[in-house]
């Protein structure tokens, strides 16, 4: 009996796990059918290019490709120092009566529509970033390097610290988990050791080393897909020096949520747009293979 | 045992429809079903409501929703008109395919939309309804305590988007300006912002440079999105739509932006004064741009030719002491081959439109009316979806 229904069970499961699938396949599919026709017209030469002259018909958008990359990258490094300090703060010094308060107001945190954040961004955020860290670094003569910052403050930076804002709840929560979890008698033989706290906690760390990167991963494709409160936040500037991160750029998602609506004016910037979206979700994928592979499941 | 199998069945049919619907969508997109026809009901007993529904442009939206209202108002709820506010682009798309009546657009339809529109052979109108004009405005403290008005030239506008004019105090802005003013001018460098996403206003103003400027008319030239050499100097940026570009030249000392002059009237912007062909520093207003679009009337092309140059061609930069040289049209197309109630409907909701519709009280603030001989003109147009075929 136990058997028969564990039988039916796997096989509803299975298939709303085809269905799962084949929604993911049906929208690759979709990406790669519509951006036939440009890849057909100018084949990698878009992602390697930054001139977007639709005037033209010139296509190449490698800076927000790179604009994309630079700032979920950035707001993984900072998000990486945010969510394990959080976590750790959590497990190890929060007192047990304050820990339901700082966990709810934490998944709140989570649940913020991100245009809210993008508002935030814009008012408060880069003004703040602009004032008090590209202003004084640019003036060290810094500017060459990270560029200048505009009046506004909008900048990849500001988009990088924003977006790693958004993703620590989520990233903070799965490494608080774990950390909570790591077994009793592994804590009680590193204190019998001799280890101080800080000690410890380092330990406990690597012990969890592969959910952090879990946790990584998850804050990264975020970080890649968000477009509402990037878009606020990073200047929308086509900015073919990505690496300069105090300067206004463009990521593919503000691309395409700002050139969507009249493309079809053009012949080729609908199929343009579908290939950076491939593009896009081609990066991402790359990155979440890449630290899943070395994160929790080996 | 049974139980089993049924659930096995049940799994198996769920497959089956997500598959189905799966498929449905792929060949949807793949373009094999064709798009329907809203809501354009084939009854011929004349009683019936007919919906009519439209959308592109989101610039003349306001204006569209209040025409709506007040037209469904008058007729007593007997005619019924949906506009979507999706963007020029879309609008133009949509129409094509053929989901909407009627589309409507800041500039005209574009030329990739004219060649596929000339490919399917089908018969359209295209009219105006709806006079535009373009703000210059900017973000000047020292300007504003001072009670000044800045004005400018088309060239220099050019250069200052080109990046050949670097700050408020260079020369040759200085010596347009009001003698108690020139001083006032100062030394800092000028921040451009544009329209980050594709837009008409965008195609507009970027037209009217290319008719100023020549270095404009080769680096640049014109579209709904182009490259701004501005901001490969660091002195330049976006806005999303005309609320952004506004909230940003408020926001930012020293800048420069263009907007709807509705905007600029609505969020009381300071404009500047534009020198236009004959010499005259002129403000978008009701009578400037009325001045430089009467003179269109006569030359509008007909209503199945190639608009996409009307605005360079005709409007723009036009002589006349009073005219303001960035005026443009938001233009309504739609196919003349529709059922009779269809067309009927069309014909009924934009002739009113044009006529009752320009009056005062019809028209949102910082809009403004057709003047009368275009209005002459797109009435003419417009008697074409009634005409005997």
């Given at each position: 009996?136990?058997?028969?229904r564990?039988?039916?069970?796997?096989?509803?499961?299975?298939a709303?796990?085809?269905?799962?699938?084949l929604s993911?396949?049906l929208?690759?599919s979709?990406?790669v059918?519509?951006?036939?026709p440009?890849?057909?017209?100018?084949?990698?030469?878009p992602?390697?290019?930054?001139?977007?002259?639709p005037?033209r018909?010139?296509y190449?958008?490698?800076?927000?490709l790179?604009?994309?990359?630079v700032?979920?990258?950035?707001?993984?490094l900072?998000?990486?120092?945010l969510s394990?300090?959080?976590?750790?703060?959590y497990a190890?010094?929060?007192?047990?009566?304050l820990?339901?308060?700082?966990?709810?107001f934490?998944d709140l945190?989570?649940?913020?529509?991100?245009v809210?954040?993008?508002l935030w961004?814009?008012?408060?955020?880069s003004?703040?970033?602009r004032?008090y860290?590209?202003e004084?670094?640019s003036a060290?003569?810094?500017?060459?390097v990270l560029?200048v910052?505009?009046?506004?403050g909008?900048?990849?930076l500001?988009a990088s610290?924003l977006l790693?804002?958004?993703?620590?709840?989520?990233?903070?929560?799965?490494?608080r988990?774990?950390?909570l979890a790591?077994?009793?008698?592994?804590?009680e033989a590193?204190?019998?050791l001799?280890?101080?706290?800080p000690?410890?906690?380092?330990?406990?760390l690597?012990?969890?080393?592969?959910?952090?990167?879990?946790?990584?991963a998850?804050?990264?494709s975020r970080?890649?897909g968000e477009?509402?409160a990037?878009a606020?936040?990073v200047?929308?500037?086509?900015?073919?020096?990505?690496?300069r991160?105090f300067s206004?750029g463009y990521t593919?998602s503000?691309?395409?949520a700002d050139?969507?609506p009249n493309?079809?004016?053009?012949y080729y910037?609908?199929?343009?747009?579908?290939?950076?979206?491939?593009a896009?979700f081609a990066v991402g994928?790359?990155v979440?293979?890449?630290l899943?592979r070395y994160g929790e499941?080996? | 045992?049974r139980?089993g199998a049924?659930?096995?069945i049940?799994?198996?049919?769920l497959?089956?429809?997500?598959?189905?619907?799966?498929g449905?969508?792929?060949?949807q997109e793949?373009?094999a079903?064709p798009?329907?026809t809203?809501g354009?009901?084939?009854?011929?007993?004349?009683a019936?409501?007919?919906y009519?529904?439209?959308?592109?442009a989101t610039?003349?939206n306001p204006?569209?929703?209040?025409w709506i209202?007040d037209?469904?108002e008058?007729t007593?709820g007997?005619?019924?008109v949906n506009y979507?506010?999706i963007?020029?682009?879309?609008g133009e798309?949509?129409?094509?395919?053929?989901t909407?009546?009627?589309?409507a657009?800041?500039?005209?339809?574009?030329r990739?939309g004219y060649q596929k529109l000339?490919?399917s052979?089908?018969?359209?109108?295209?009219v105006p309804?709806i006079?535009?004009s373009?703000?210059?405005t900017?973000?000047?403290?020292?300007f504003?305590q001072a009670?000044?008005?800045l004005?400018?030239?088309g060239g220099?506008v050019a250069?200052?988007?080109?990046g050949?004019?670097i700050?408020?105090?260079d020369?040759r802005?200085?010596?347009?300006q009001?003698?108690r003013?020139r001083?006032?001018?100062?030394?800092r460098?000028i921040?451009?912002v544009?329209?980050?996403?594709?837009?008409?206003t965008?195609?507009l103003f970027t037209?009217y440079?290319t008719?100023?400027?020549e270095e404009w008319k080769e680096?640049?030239g014109?579209?709904y999105?182009?490259t701004?050499?501005?901001?490969a100097l660091g002195?330049g940026?976006?806005?999303?739509g005309?609320e952004?570009?506004s909230?940003k030249?408020?926001?930012?000392?020293?800048?420069?932006?263009?907007?709807?002059?509705?905007?600029?009237?609505?969020?009381k912007?300071?404009v500047a004064?534009?020198?236009?062909r004959?010499?005259?520093?002129?403000?978008p207003n009701e009578?400037?741009?009325?001045?430089a679009?009467k003179r269109?009337?006569?030359e509008?092309?007909?209503?199945q030719?190639?608009?996409?140059e009307?605005p360079?061609?005709?409007?723009l930069n036009?002589e006349?002491?009073?005219?303001y040289p960035?005026v443009?049209?938001?233009?309504?197309f739609?196919?003349l081959?529709v059922?009779?109630?269809?067309?009927r409907?069309?014909y009924?909701?934009?002739?009113?439109v044009l006529?009752?519709?320009?009056?005062?009280?019809?028209?949102?603030?910082?809009?403004?009316?057709?003047?009368k001989?275009?209005r002459?003109?797109?009435?003419?147009?417009?008697e074409?979806?009634v005409?005997?075929r």
């Amino acid at each position: 009996m136990g058997s028969k229904r564990s039988t039916d069970f796997f096989c509803l499961a299975s298939a709303f796990n085809v269905v799962l699938m084949l929604s993911v396949a049906l929208v690759v599919s979709v990406l790669v059918l519509r951006s036939l026709p440009i890849i057909h017209r100018d084949g990698v030469y878009p992602l390697v290019t930054s001139v977007w002259n639709p005037t033209r018909e010139e296509y190449g958008f490698l800076f927000a490709l790179g604009g994309t990359l630079v700032t979920a990258s950035l707001a993984l490094l900072i998000s990486l120092a945010l969510s394990v300090g959080s976590a750790v703060a959590y497990a190890e010094f929060i007192p047990q009566k304050l820990r339901p308060a700082v966990k709810n107001f934490m998944d709140l945190a989570a649940s913020i529509p991100s245009v809210v954040y993008g508002l935030w961004g814009l008012r408060v955020l880069s003004p703040f970033l602009r004032s008090y860290l590209m202003e004084p670094l640019s003036a060290l003569g810094l500017s060459g390097v990270l560029g200048v910052p505009s009046p506004a403050g909008t900048s990849f930076l500001s988009a990088s610290v924003l977006l790693a804002i958004m993703v620590t709840p989520f990233a903070s929560s799965i490494i608080r988990e774990r950390l909570l979890a790591v077994p009793m008698h592994v804590r009680e033989a590193l204190y019998s050791l001799g280890l101080t706290k800080p000690e410890v906690i380092l330990l406990e760390l690597r012990y969890i080393r592969r959910s952090v990167l879990t946790a990584m991963a998850i804050a990264f494709s975020r970080a890649v897909g968000e477009t509402a409160a990037v878009a606020m936040v990073v200047g929308n500037t086509i900015n073919p020096n990505f690496f300069r991160v105090f300067s206004p750029g463009y990521t593919i998602s503000s691309l395409i949520a700002d050139q969507y609506p009249n493309a079809e004016a053009y012949y080729y910037m609908v199929p343009a747009l579908f290939y950076a979206a491939l593009a896009m979700f081609a990066v991402g994928f790359a990155v979440n293979v890449l630290l899943l592979r070395y994160g929790e499941r080996r | 045992m049974r139980m089993g199998a049924t659930r096995v069945i049940v799994a198996a049919a769920l497959v089956a429809i997500a598959l189905g619907a799966l498929g449905m969508l792929l060949l949807q997109e793949r373009g094999a079903v064709p798009a329907t026809t809203t809501g354009t009901p084939t009854s011929e007993t004349a009683a019936r409501q007919v919906y009519i529904v439209g959308g592109g442009a989101t610039f003349i939206n306001p204006q569209m929703q209040k025409w709506i209202r007040d037209y469904m108002e008058e007729t007593g709820g007997r005619a019924a008109v949906n506009y979507q506010s999706i963007g020029s682009g879309a609008g133009e798309a949509k129409w094509l395919e053929g989901t909407l009546d009627f589309g409507a657009s800041d500039v005209a339809i574009s030329r990739a939309g004219y060649q596929k529109l000339l490919e399917s052979g089908r018969r359209f109108i295209q009219v105006p309804v709806i006079a535009g004009s373009i703000a210059i405005t900017y973000n000047l403290p020292e300007f504003a305590q001072a009670g000044c008005v800045l004005r400018l030239t088309g060239g220099m506008v050019a250069d200052i988007y080109l990046g050949n004019i670097i700050k408020w105090s260079d020369p040759r802005i200085a010596e347009l300006q009001e003698e108690r003013c020139r001083s006032l001018l100062p030394d800092r460098e000028i921040f451009g912002v544009h329209r980050s996403d594709g837009s008409g206003t965008t195609a507009l103003f970027t037209m009217y440079l290319t008719l100023v400027s020549e270095e404009w008319k080769e680096r640049v030239g014109y579209g709904y999105t182009v490259t701004w050499p501005r901001d490969a100097l660091g002195l330049g940026e976006g806005g999303r739509g005309n609320e952004g570009v506004s909230a940003k030249v408020q926001s930012t000392p020293y800048s420069i932006g263009y907007v709807e002059t509705a905007y600029a009237v609505q969020l009381k912007l300071p404009v500047a004064a534009l020198r236009n062909r004959d010499g005259y520093f002129v403000f978008p207003n009701e009578t400037t741009v009325a001045e430089a679009l009467k003179r269109a009337a006569l030359e509008l092309p007909g209503p199945q030719e190639f608009w996409g140059e009307l605005p360079l061609r005709h409007y723009l930069n036009r002589e006349g002491k009073l005219s303001y040289p960035i005026v443009g049209t938001p233009v309504v197309f739609m196919y003349l081959d529709v059922p009779a109630d269809t067309a009927r409907a069309l014909y009924d909701f934009f002739r009113w439109v044009l006529t009752k519709g320009q009056e005062r009280e019809h028209i949102v603030e910082g809009f403004i009316p057709l003047p009368k001989e275009l209005r002459a003109r797109a009435l003419q147009y417009l008697e074409l979806l009634v005409a005997p075929r």
